[in-house]
C-alpha cells in the first residue's frame, strides 16, 4: 500500500486548503489524517470509513475541516476552513485495514505516508 498526500501550502489566518491523499495498492477500510507540530507529538486529525461514514474529528478541527473519500478513485480529501496558526504542522496521511479511530478506539494506523507541510501565519 502507498499513499501519497499533496496540497500543503503557506497561507494566512482564516484561508482554506485542501489535502489530497492518492492510495495504491488496495482499498483500505480506513483512512485519515494525522499531524505533526514542531517539538510536538503527532496527532489524530480526522478519518473516515470506506463508506464515506464512520467520520470522527478532532475537537481542534470540529467545524472547521471535513474529511471526505473517493472510493472509485482511491483519493482522500481534507478540506481545511478557517485556518489557525496552531494548524501548523506536518500532515501525514494514513490508513489501515480497519477503523483505527472510533469514540471507544484508537491506534495508529497500520499506513503512513510521507507527509505534507502546512504553514498558517497570523
Known sequence: VQLQ?????????GDSLRLICAASGQTLYGMGWFRQAPGKEREFVASAGVSGGDIYYADSVKGRFTISRDI?????????????PE???VYYCVGDLSL?????????PLYWG???????SS
Open 114 to 120: 510521507k507527509g505534507t507541510q502546512v504553514t498558517v
Open 72 to 84: 472509485a478513485h482511491d483519493r482522500m480529501y481534507l478540506q481545511m476552513n478557517s485556518l489557525k
Open 87 to 89: 494548524d501548523t504542522a
Open 5 to 13: 498526500a499533496s496540497g500543503g501550502g503557506s497561507v494566512q489566518t
Open 100 to 108: 483505527f479511530y472510533t469514540e471507544n478506539h484508537s491506534q495508529y
